[in-house]
């Protein structure tokens, strides 16, 4: 897959309907039944609780494709962004009693993760450990209620749905601002803006942003 | 108090997203202790990384990788052991808030007359420009600018400039567009700390004084 080319227009189209997409599995191309959030959040559960392999296989399988693709998105080499994918996948199973639903979706905290892994690895050249003044697995333990749990799962759907409200250049400006250490500059170019131009257009995205989240939490 | 200054949209993006530097990233994590507004929006940004990480095309996997993920998790405990060992650090006259823990913290050191200063370094990024500042009641820092992004988050006293008073929680994002000669209240000494975001330079006077001494 040519995911780190610049051809990126293509990609963003691509990622507008994850649900056609369709993944080579033994050899057949069979469609991909996508875990719903609910779903994520009791295989976490089960492999916190009963280091429950099954579990930890389909989370695998669900996830580690998605975390290289993002790597790779985000400038690693197919080698290092396999590499890093496997640090990711062993950090969710070593880590998983720290997952607390009551603060995000599965989603949201393996990109934390893969956000933190990929941080390392890119200031490796000279460090040895990086301090995460955000690591997930950084706070005291507090159970969540129900209710915790009910609000973070419609917070989940309620940002799917406001990425996808967002306009095309709107989305683009978010997604690049996750994709890229440079954004500004990778804006400019993808919309073919004058740099100067750029910081009141993410400002505005953010504004959009901001209100599809505070309205639709 | 109310908190009155926060961390921009753009801020909060670069750090849900893992693009802010070491440096602004502890000053903004030092804010979040200490505001809940702010710890919501930074978790609707990260769901916003959550959502994109669902609709990335799935990529192809070397065939072994699972296999091989297996065979490494084989004899590993399953919780990882918590490095978390806090750092010496020097009485400096305050509590340091949570997330300067693992820092390392210099003692204060004379930078100009009622002015100190203590240089906070960071674990795996030996060149962030991070520091503790301290001001005596009613002291006025030199007028400057910047070349980049400075971030200052109060730790204690108060402070005012051109654009505001700044209390205790309150952080204050200053580009290159403000030129401020900020003036510590005038009821109690000041300690903040700043951090100058990449490359960022002060301009002026300040930026002469600490240069030398600082070593930015």
Known sequence: MDAAGPHLPDRLAEQVRPEARLIVLNGARQKEVLPSPEELTRLLEAVAQARDRNAFARLFAYFAPRVKSFLIRSGLTDAVAEEVTQEVMIAVWRKASYFDPGRGGASTWVFTIARNRRIDRLRRSRLRTTDHFLDPSDEPDTPPSGEDIALMTEREKGVRKALATLSSEQATIVRLSFFSEKPHAEIARELGIPLGTVKSRVRLALNRLRTLLDNDP | ?216
């Open chain 2, 1 to 216: 108090m109310t908190i009155a200054h926060h961390p921009s949209d753009e801020t909060l993006l670069r750090l849900a997203a893992g693009t802010l530097g070491a440096g602004p990233a502890l000053v903004v994590a030092v804010h979040l202790e200490g505001c809940a507004a702010c710890r919501e929006r930074l978790a609707g940004l990260e769901a916003v990384g959550g959502a994109i990480l669902h609709e990335m095309p799935p990529a192809p996997l070397s065939a072994d990788l699972f296999g091989r993920t297996m065979e490494r998790l084989e004899g590993m405990p399953p919780t990882p052991v918590q490095d978390r060992v806090p750092k010496r650090q020097p009485a400096l006259g305050i509590d340091l808030p949570r997330a300067m823990r693992r820092c390392d913290v210099g003692p204060w050191r004379w930078l100009g007359p009622g002015f100190k200063w203590s240089k906070v370094g960071i674990a795996g990024d030996p060149e962030a420009k991070v520091m503790l500042l301290k001001g005596r009641a009613g002291l006025h820092l030199p007028a400057h600018g910047h070349t980049g992004l400075e971030f200052m988050q109060v730790l204690s006293g108060s402070l005012s400039d051109e654009r505001g008073q700044y209390f205790p929680g309150d952080l204050d994002e200053a580009d290159d567009q403000v030129d401020h000669r900020p003036v510590v209240g005038q009821d109690s000494d000041c300690v903040c700390l700043a951090a100058l975001e990449g490359d960022t330079r002060l301009h002026g006077w300040l930026g002469r004084l600490l240069r030398p001494i600082v070593g930015f």
